[in-house]
């Protein structure tokens, strides 16, 4: 059974910065691409960043240059380091994992940025 935990979420200020963490389990992590998606109150949920399992990255336009994710294989856990926070951000963030028996999505964390 697929599990993909989030954490790291809270309230931050415009400008600062969060580390989200998502612990996986239930499937091969390894050999499964992951991906961080968000979704705003009223608006659709959409990808963020992704990881392929050799660790080429990829971003959506706005948060390029700022946003960072990473993987570790050995701890089964896919990042995101969010710095340069805006409000327009605040949203429910979601772990994605591409797995052998299609996408699978955590429960989310929500993210708040304001003063």
């Known amino acids: 059974q697929v599990q993909l935990v989030e954490s790291g979420g809270g309230l931050v200020q415009p400008g600062g910065s969060l580390k989200l963490s998502c612990a996986a389990s239930g499937f091969t992590f390894s050999s499964a691409p992951m991906g961080w998606s968000r979704q705003a109150p009223g608006k659709e949920r959409r990808l963020v960043a992704t990881?392929?399992?050799?660790?080429?990255?990829n971003y959506a336009d706005d948060v390029k240059g700022r946003f960072t994710i990473s993987r570790d294989n050995a701890k089964n856990t896919v990042y995101l380091q969010m710095n340069s926070l805006k409000p327009e951000e605040t949203a429910v963030y979601y772990c994605?994992?591409?797995?052998?028996?299609?996408?699978?999505w955590g429960q989310g964390t929500q993210v708040t940025v304001s003063p």
């Open positions: 994605l994992a591409y797995t052998a028996q299609g996408p699978r």
């Open positions: 990881i392929s399992t050799t660790g080429i990255t």
